[in-house]
Every structure is written in structure tokens, then in C-alpha cells.
């Protein structure tokens, strides 16, 4: 599952895949749109900048000439090139306003709005207008996609259909928190929100994500490429086109966070079937989308108590986000992936507290720069549970409620804020087990002691201590990953600690890992000769 | 982690699909439930995919269903079980709040304490509909016990599983642990064998192929 040996063939295939992703050799095409600026920066609400005209026109050229490869760099270069230069703090210009240089093409209007929308959420406040106008948009859009007679013939960059799911779900738990914050509502908010509640409902988010992935067939097609079937038969008319497909596999990953903000983890794992977490998965094309789908799957485990799984989860993504750092700095979603990152340390941090493992050196050493102090206090004494809760608080996901507050009764009426619900039934778990590490450290300096003794060195009772014993065995067990779908798992021992009880005398054993030279040795010896074969092919 | 015995086919396609949103299946999977309740079976997923209904449709949320597939769930401990079901819901009634209570001590091991609450009316009620309930907790402390201990006075055990005098002698034979005195013994197992293990590295012979090749050349 997790391909851990990353030799630099393997670096380099990333550094292409991410070099792609963020090409900017395109100064000629630039110099085209500033070439022929007009003297006023400040766009009036009429007049739009020479600059942005012939970025329209162009982006439009290239949407309907299905160019992909143009299409990625105006969408990922340009349009925020110009958004800073133009549109820092104001919206771009109302569709209606470039209608006309398009042609009143609906197609690329609603492609626009999107783009529009999103930038207002991103660097502006919405207001209820735009929120119900673009949910809207996002209905015309998809019902484009799913309802036109017969595959549309249009053809986006990846990076794009990936942003339009994630802004989709993102604009849906921004109206879900939102519709939830009731106290400082207006009357004549409340009306509206009672007036329409089909307006980011809840089933019409994940029908389009169902309908996404039963139109492109991606569940077949992931099930015969695991099988090594036929994958152009199970695609269908539809799975077939890049478009669908796509869409498809980012609304399985899109389904996988919305589950989780709902708090159905299995079920959230579940629609991970058939989906190998390694490099060579489709979601690694986009970058964010596999620093999503590695978080929520990370998180997924731990909410399961699969402490180990979510940790190997977390390595694994957050070694990827290190060695890549260099080649994203420059891409404008640095600073979310940067933010996720530090989240995932976060919850990294609780999972090693909880389940002490060893880790890759590299992470190891930013978990102690970043968490140390908190690592420390959360293994002893008092305030444990409340750097527990700091951290969780921190790194979950804003969960949405699935209905929302019920409307008609009054703000006081009692609403269990879902944030607050997991965090509390997190936290309780955590409370369980907050004796543990305190007493496996005693426990590890002794090969035998009787419970009594042990009970004095830890102030509690030798009932008290029998219980906690128990509980200790129990959590050296857990549903640990080993093949096949992420929900499946065996259960074996996470713990380097073993003991049993005796009456009232606890034996203990530790089992150590050796040190792995051979291992080392081999690959580097293969490493060394390689780089001699090289060397002497050149002479 | 599907922790199911036989799931019958009508039901897997049911939580396979978008149908598992339609509050009209609610109906087959109360009943779903109501068997498992019945037969001492159990499947997390179906239940699951109630409290998700539930979710969506809270107007159509029957308490005593809740408590069902909470106190069923109580049974799977130490699978995280009852806290997936907690995640989602949205309410907490009173039957809630008291399972929850009886999970805490079944969580911390605190069985002595677990018993004496549950044999509070108000408590026991709760899990009447369950069958085989009590059982499938004595299995699970059992489970415990066997995992941690290598011989234990009787009288801890009697405490924590509240039984005694023949129902305790069956017990005992049914778990396959021999009584020696006013000591139970349990057979080693994997699990509570306190044995210090050396994890080495296990090198085969064709990895070395490679290096031994190299070798030759020089």
C-alpha cells in the first residue's frame, strides 16, 4: 500500500508530475495581456481592463478549442496573476458584463462564475445573494454535465475539475456553519433561510456526487483495473472522457470529506474501496487532492481508534509535502496545503501520544520542533487532556450537522453543535487512557513487580491499578492495515509492551526491534553501483 | 471491519447504493435490527446506516431504536463501536446519556461498578430488548481477563463478571480455564504471555544475489 522506499527515479517522477502542474514558462503569453494595459488601474464597474479583455478572450479560445494544456496555465497562472494585479480586494466583473465579448456562450458564462464565486469567497466576504447565486450556478454547471443529451464535448485541466469539487463541498460547510450560527440573525434571514431550504441541502450536495460517480461508471472502472479487467468496457459512454472520469474519482475523494463532516467514518473509509492509497493513484495527479484524501483518511482512522493506520497515513503525506516543498512554493496553493500540513502534525502529534510508534527520522524531528512541548504534557500529568483537546480543536475539520437547527424553534433551544459533539466523545476516549503512558514508563523499568508496590509508586489503589492494567492490554490491540480495502485490517499487538497478571504480580517483557543494517546496506550498495556504472558509461 | 455474521443480500445492496437516503428503507432496516436483537446476531454497517437516516430525517428518529443499536454495540467493546454510533447523532435523550454511562465503565475496565449500575432497574430496561445481552458482556470481560492474566484469585472474577456459586463453576468450564483452590487459571495464549521479543530482520538469500553479483566482477 504505502511504497516507502523512495529512491530518486522516484523524486524525479514526482518533480515532473509536479513541474506540470505548475509550468510558468509562459512569459510570451503574459507580455500579450499587459502589453496593452489601459492607463487607469481602477476598473469602473463598466470598463474592463485591456489586460482582462484579452485574457477572455483568450481563456475563451482555449475552452472551446478543448486545449487543455493552455487551458491549465491560464487557469493556474494567469487568472491569479491578474486577480492580484486587478481584483485584490473586489470582485472580477459580473458575467453579464463579458457576455458579450463571448458571445453569450452559457457554457463558458457558467465556467466564469465559477471562477467569479470562488474568488469572492476566497478574498471578499459573501453575502446571502452570492451564496444562494452560486449555488445556482454550480446546479447549472453539473446539470450540464450530468443531464445533456449524450457526454459533453468539453475538456478542463485537471487541477480545475479537482477545485471545482473541493469549492463545491468548501461553499457548502461555509453556508452549513453559517446557517448554524443563529444568534446574530436578522429576522429577515431567518425567513430566508426558512424559505428555502433546498438552497445547499444536504442531499443535493451528495446527490451530484453519487450522480458524478454513477455516470462516469469510476467504481467498475476502479474495480477492473484492481482486477485487471476490461477497464474501457465497465467505463461506459460516459467514464470514458477524461471529464467524467475525473469528476467521478475526485466526487469518490469529495464523498470521503463530506462523510467525515458528517461523522460517518466508516462509511467515509468505505467509499475508499477499490482505491490503492501509493503514488501511482489517480489522486496524485493534483497535488491538493492528495493532501486531502491522505487528511481525511488520516482522520477517518484515528476517529476509528486505528491509531497506527492514521499515522502511517499522516507520515506518509506529510514526507511527500516535505520533499516537494521546494516545487510548490510558487504555486498559490501553497499556503493551504502549508496550513493542512501543520493540522496533520497536529493530529499526528495526538496519535503518537496515544499510540507510541517510531517515525520516519525527518518527521520525527519537525513533530518535536513544531509539538514537542505539547507532545510532553500530554503523555503526563494534568494537563493532558486539555493540550488533547487544544490539538483536536485546531486540527479537525469544520463539521457541518447534516440538518441544521431546526428553524422553528427558538435560538435557545438546545442545539448540539457538532464540532463540540465530536470533540467531547473524542475526548472522553482520550480520558480512558490518560493514565497510560505514565504507567508504562514505570512499567518499563521492571521485569516483575507486585501490584501493591506498583500501586504506592503510582498513588492510586490496586483496584484502581488492576483496571488500568486491563484497559492497557486492551489498547496495545488494535485494527492495524495489512492489504486490500482501507476498512480492512487485522488486529495485532501496536505496542512494544507486554505483561500479564499473575494474581497480584504483574510480569513484564518488552520486546525490541533490532537494528536493521542489512537493509540499509543493500540499498545503498545497489545506490553506490549504479552511480559507478553511470560514471564509467560517461568516461 | 464489517463485524457482521451473515448479512443477507437485500440488505447489502441496500446500504451498498444511494438507497441507504431514502428514509422509505427505514422500515427494513428497523426490522433488520429487530432480528439481530432477536437472534443475538450483529451488523455495525446496517445500524449505521439507521443513525444516518436518523440524521437526515430527525423527525423520523425513534428513540428506542437508538438504544438498541447502542446497547447492541455495547457488546462489540473494545471495537470503537458505540462511539461511531455516537458520532451521529444529533440528540442525546436520556436512555443515551445512561448508556453512555454503562460504556465509560465498560471502557475503563471498572466492571465491579458496571454490574451494580446495570442492576438498576432503570438501567437494565434499556438493554431488555437485546437478547443475550448479559452473556455477550460476560463474554467480552472474559476476553479481558484472558488477554491479561495468567491466573487471578476467584473471587476478583466472580466480581467482575457477577456470578457466582454453579453458574460460575459453568462459566468457568464454558471459557476453558481450570480453578485450582481460589485461584482460576487460564491457559497461555498469545496474548498474555509476557515474553521479550527481539524483532530481527529476516534477510533471504535472493536479496543478496544482487551485491554477490557485484562481487564477481571485481
Same mark, same amino acid.
Given at each position: 500500500?504505502?511504497?516507502?522506499?523512495?529512491?530518486?527515479?522516484?523524486?524525479?517522477?514526482?518533480?515532473?508530475? +509536479?513541474?506540470?502542474?505548475?509550468?510558468?514558462?509562459?512569459?510570451?503569453?503574459?507580455?500579450? %495581456?499587459?502589453? !496593452?494595459?489601459?492607463?487607469?488601474?481602477?476598473?469602473?464597474?463598466?470598463?474592463?481592463?485591456?489586460?482582462?479583455?484579452?485574457?477572455?478572450?483568450?481563456?475563451?479560445?482555449?475552452?472551446?478549442?478543448?486545449?487543455?494544456?493552455?487551458?491549465?496555465?491560464?487557469?493556474?497562472?494567469?487568472?491569479?496573476?491578474?486577480?492580484?494585479?486587478?481584483?485584490?480586494?473586489?470582485?472580477?466583473?459580473?458575467?453579464?458584463? #463579458?457576455?458579450?465579448?463571448?458571445?453569450?456562450?452559457?457554457?463558458?458564462?457558467?465556467?466564469?462564475?465559477?471562477?467569479?464565486?470562488?474568488?469572492?469567497?476566497?478574498?471578499?466576504?459573501?453575502?446571502?445573494?452570492?451564496?444562494?447565486?452560486?449555488?445556482?450556478?454550480?446546479?447549472?454547471?453539473?446539470?450540464?454535465?450530468?443531464?445533456?443529451?449524450?457526454?459533453?464535448?468539453?475538456?478542463?485541466?485537471?487541477?480545475?475539475?479537482?477545485?471545482?469539487?473541493?469549492?463545491?463541498?468548501?461553499?457548502?460547510?461555509?453556508?452549513?456553519?453559517?446557517?448554524?450560527?443563529?444568534?446574530?440573525?436578522?429576522?429577515?434571514?431567518?425567513?430566508?433561510?426558512?424559505?428555502?431550504?433546498?438552497?445547499?441541502?444536504?442531499?443535493?450536495?451528495?446527490? +451530484?456526487?453519487?450522480?458524478?460517480?454513477?455516470?462516469?461508471?469510476?467504481?467498475?472502472?476502479?474495480?477492473?483495473?484492481?482486477?485487471?479487467?476490461?477497464?474501457?468496457?465497465?467505463?461506459?459512454?460516459?467514464?470514458?472522457?477524461?471529464?467524467?472520469?475525473?469528476?467521478?474519482?475526485?466526487?469518490?475523494?469529495?464523498?470521503?470529506?463530506?462523510?467525515?463532516?458528517?461523522?460517518?467514518?466508516?462509511? =467515509?473509509?468505505?467509499?475508499?474501496?477499490?482505491?490503492?492509497?501509493?503514488?501511482?493513484?489517480?489522486?496524485?495527479?493534483?497535488?491538493?487532492?492528495?493532501?486531502?484524501?491522505?487528511?481525511?483518511?488520516?482522520?477517518?482512522?484515528?476517529?476509528?481508534?486505528?491509531?497506527?493506520?492514521?499515522?502511517?497515513?499522516?507520515?506518509?503525506?506529510?514526507?511527500?509535502?516535505?520533499?516537494?516543498?521546494?516545487?510548490?512554493?510558487?504555486?498559490?496553493? %501553497?499556503?493551504?496545503? =502549508?496550513?493542512?500540513?501543520?493540522?496533520?502534525?497536529?493530529?499526528?502529534?495526538?496519535?503518537?501520544?496515544?499510540?507510541?510508534?517510531?517515525?520516519?527520522?525527518?518527521?520525527?524531528?519537525?513533530?518535536?520542533?513544531?509539538?514537542?512541548?505539547?507532545?510532553?504534557?500530554?503523555?503526563?500529568?494534568? !494537563?493532558?487532556?486539555?493540550?488533547?483537546?487544544?490539538?483536536?480543536?485546531?486540527?479537525?475539520?469544520?463539521?457541518?450537522?447534516?440538518?441544521?437547527?431546526?428553524?422553528?424553534?427558538?435560538?435557545?433551544?438546545?442545539? #448540539?453543535?457538532?464540532?463540540?459533539?465530536?470533540?467531547?466523545?473524542?475526548? =472522553?476516549?482520550?480520558?480512558?487512557?490518560?493514565?497510560?503512558?505514565?504507567?508504562?514508563?514505570?512499567?518499563?523499568?521492571?521485569?516483575?513487580?507486585?501490584?501493591?508496590?506498583?500501586?504506592?509508586?503510582?498513588?492510586?489503589?490496586?483496584?484502581?491499578?488492576?483496571?488500568?492494567?486491563?484497559?492497557?492490554?486492551?489498547?496495545?490491540?488494535?485494527?492495524?492495515?495489512?492489504?486490500?480495502?482501507?476498512?480492512?485490517?487485522?488486529?495485532?499487538?501496536?505496542?512494544?509492551?507486554?505483561?500479564?497478571?499473575?494474581?497480584?504480580?504483574?510480569?513484564?517483557? !518488552?520486546?525490541?526491534?533490532?537494528?536493521?543494517?542489512?537493509?540499509?546496506?543493500?540499498?545503498?550498495?545497489?545506490?553506490?553501483?549504479?552511480?559507478?556504472?553511470?560514471?564509467?558509461?560517461?568516461? | 471491519?464489517?463485524?457482521?455474521?451473515?448479512?443477507?443480500?437485500?440488505?447489502?445492496?441496500?446500504?451498498?447504493?444511494?438507497?441507504?437516503?431514502?428514509?422509505?428503507?427505514?422500515?427494513?432496516?428497523?426490522?433488520?435490527?429487530?432480528?439481530?436483537?432477536?437472534?443475538g446476531?450483529y451488523?455495525?454497517?446496517?445500524?449505521?446506516?439507521?443513525?444516518?437516516?436518523?440524521?437526515?430525517?430527525?423527525?423520523?428518529?425513534?428513540?428506542?431504536?437508538?438504544?438498541?443499536?447502542l446497547a447492541k454495540s455495547l457488546t462489540a467493546i473494545p471495537?470503537?463501536?458505540f462511539?461511531?454510533?455516537?458520532?451521529?447523532?444529533?440528540?442525546?435523550?436520556?436512555?443515551?446519556?445512561?448508556l453512555?454511562?454503562l460504556q465509560?465503565l465498560l471502557e475503563?475496565s471498572n466492571y465491579a461498578k458496571f454490574w451494580t449500575l446495570y442492576n438498576?432497574?432503570?438501567y437494565k430496561?434499556l438493554t431488555?430488548?437485546v437478547a443475550g445481552f448479559e452473556d455477550a458482556i460476560r463474554q467480552l470481560i472474559a476476553r479481558v481477563i484472558?488477554?491479561?492474566?495468567?491466573?487471578?484469585?476467584?473471587? @476478583? @472474577?466472580?466480581?467482575y463478571l457477577a456470578l457466582?456459586?454453579?453458574?460460575?463453576?459453568?462459566f468457568?468450564?464454558?471459557?476453558?480455564?481450570?480453578?485450582?483452590?481460589? @485461584?482460576?487459571?487460564?491457559?497461555?495464549?498469545?496474548?498474555?504471555?509476557?515474553?521479550?521479543?527481539?524483532?530481527?530482520?529476516?534477510?533471504?538469500?535472493?536479496?543478496?544475489?544482487? @551485491?554477490?553479483?557485484?562481487?564477481?566482477?571485481?
Open positions: 500500500m504505502y511504497q516507502d522506499t523512495f529512491e530518486d527515479d522516484d523524486l524525479i517522477a514526482e518533480v515532473e508530475l +509536479v513541474t506540470q502542474d505548475s509550468f510558468t514558462e509562459n512569459n510570451d503569453l503574459d507580455d500579450g %495581456f499587459e502589453a !496593452e494595459v489601459s492607463l487607469s488601474a481602477q476598473p469602473s464597474s463598466v470598463q474592463i481592463p485591456d489586460g482582462v479583455r484579452n485574457f477572455i478572450l483568450y481563456f475563451y479560445r482555449c475552452v472551446l478549442e478543448n486545449n487543455v494544456y493552455d487551458l491549465h496555465s491560464v487557469y493556474d497562472n494567469s487568472f491569479n496573476k491578474l486577480t492580484n494585479k486587478y481584483y485584490q480586494k473586489q470582485p472580477w466583473p459580473e458575467a453579464e458584463v #463579458i457576455a458579450p465579448l463571448v458571445k453569450d456562450d452559457q457554457v463558458f458564462l457558467t465556467l466564469y462564475r465559477e471562477l467569479y464565486y470562488r474568488h469572492i469567497y476566497a478574498r471578499l466576504q459573501p453575502t446571502w445573494e452570492h451564496r444562494v447565486r452560486s449555488y445556482e450556478n454550480y446546479c447549472d454547471l453539473f446539470n450540464y454535465i450530468l443531464n445533456s443529451d449524450g457526454p459533453v464535448n468539453l475538456e478542463l485541466p485537471n487541477q480545475w475539475l479537482w477545485d471545482i469539487i473541493d469549492e463545491f463541498i468548501f461553499q457548502f460547510q461555509s453556508f452549513s456553519n453559517y446557517r448554524d450560527r443563529l444568534r446574530n440573525k436578522s429576522e429577515e434571514e431567518w425567513s430566508l433561510l426558512r424559505d428555502n431550504p433546498q438552497i445547499w441541502s444536504c442531499y443535493s450536495v451528495l446527490n +451530484v456526487l453519487y450522480s458524478l460517480i454513477q455516470k462516469s461508471r469510476i467504481k467498475e472502472q476502479l474495480l477492473a483495473n484492481k482486477n485487471g479487467g476490461d477497464v474501457a468496457e465497465a467505463a461506459g459512454e460516459y467514464g470514458a472522457r477524461p471529464l467524467y472520469k475525473m469528476l467521478g474519482y475526485f466526487s469518490i475523494i469529495g464523498l470521503l470529506r463530506v462523510h467525515c463532516l458528517l461523522g460517518d467514518y466508516m462509511l =467515509a473509509l468505505k467509499m475508499m474501496d477499490n482505491i490503492v492509497l501509493n503514488k501511482k493513484a489517480m489522486f496524485a495527479r493534483v497535488t491538493a487532492c492528495h493532501v486531502t484524501t491522505f487528511y481525511y483518511v488520516g482522520f477517518a482512522y484515528m476517529m476509528m481508534r486505528r491509531y497506527a493506520d492514521a499515522i502511517k497515513a499522516f507520515s506518509t503525506v506529510l514526507s511527500f509535502i516535505q520533499r516537494t516543498k521546494q516545487y510548490h512554493s510558487r504555486s498559490y496553493q %501553497f499556503d493551504q496545503i =502549508a496550513k493542512k500540513g501543520d493540522q496533520m502534525y497536529a493530529l499526528l502529534a495526538i496519535c503518537v501520544a496515544l499510540c507510541p510508534t517510531r517515525l520516519d527520522e525527518s518527521i520525527h524531528s519537525q513533530l518535536r520542533e513544531k509539538y514537542g512541548e505539547h507532545l510532553f504534557k500530554m503523555q503526563k500529568g494534568d !494537563e493532558a487532556l486539555s493540550v488533547f483537546e487544544e490539538l483536536f480543536h485546531y486540527a479537525c475539520p469544520k463539521f457541518i450537522s447534516a440538518t441544521g437547527v431546526n428553524l422553528n424553534k427558538s435560538p435557545s433551544d438546545a442545539f #448540539i453543535d457538532p464540532n463540540q459533539n465530536q470533540i467531547k466523545i473524542f475526548i =472522553a476516549d482520550v480520558s480512558n487512557q490518560i493514565m497510560l503512558p505514565t504507567l508504562r514508563s514505570f512499567m518499563k523499568l521492571y521485569t516483575s513487580m507486585g501490584i501493591d508496590k506498583l500501586a504506592m509508586f503510582l498513588d492510586m489503589d490496586a483496584e484502581e491499578l488492576k483496571m488500568h492494567l486491563m484497559v492497557l492490554k486492551q489498547k496495545s490491540r488494535q485494527l492495524k492495515w495489512s492489504n486490500g480495502d482501507v476498512l480492512e485490517g487485522d488486529y495485532v499487538a501496536t505496542s512494544d509492551l507486554n505483561f500479564c497478571l499473575k494474581q497480584d504480580v504483574v510480569h513484564i517483557a !518488552e520486546s525490541k526491534v533490532g537494528r536493521r543494517y542489512a537493509d540499509w546496506f543493500l540499498r545503498n550498495i545497489n545506490r553506490c553501483e549504479d552511480i559507478v556504472a553511470e560514471l564509467e558509461q560517461k568516461a | 471491519m464489517a463485524s457482521v455474521t451473515e448479512r443477507p443480500e437485500s440488505i447489502q445492496k441496500l446500504i451498498d447504493g444511494v438507497e441507504r437516503y431514502n428514509p422509505e428503507n427505514l422500515e427494513v432496516l428497523e426490522a433488520y435490527l429487530d432480528n439481530q436483537c432477536k437472534n446476531t451488523d455495525l454497517m446496517a445500524n449505521l446506516a439507521i443513525l444516518k437516516l436518523y440524521q437526515f430525517n430527525p423527525t423520523k428518529a425513534k428513540d428506542n431504536v437508538v438504544v438498541s443499536i471495537s470503537p463501536d462511539n461511531l454510533c455516537l458520532y451521529l447523532l444529533s440528540e442525546r435523550s436520556t436512555g443515551v446519556t445512561q453512555t454511562t465509560q475503563q438498576d432497574s432503570t430496561q431488555s430488548q484472558t488477554m491479561s492474566h495468567q491466573s487471578i484469585s476467584a473471587s @476478583v @472474577v466472580q466480581k457466582t456459586g454453579d453458574a460460575f463453576t459453568k468457568i468450564q464454558e471459557q476453558q480455564w481450570s480453578q485450582q483452590g481460589d @485461584v482460576v487459571v487460564i491457559p497461555v495464549n498469545k496474548d498474555n504471555e509476557a515474553k521479550a521479543i527481539v524483532v530481527r530482520e529476516n534477510i533471504k538469500f535472493e536479496q543478496l544475489t544482487k @551485491v554477490i553479483g557485484y562481487s564477481n566482477e571485481m
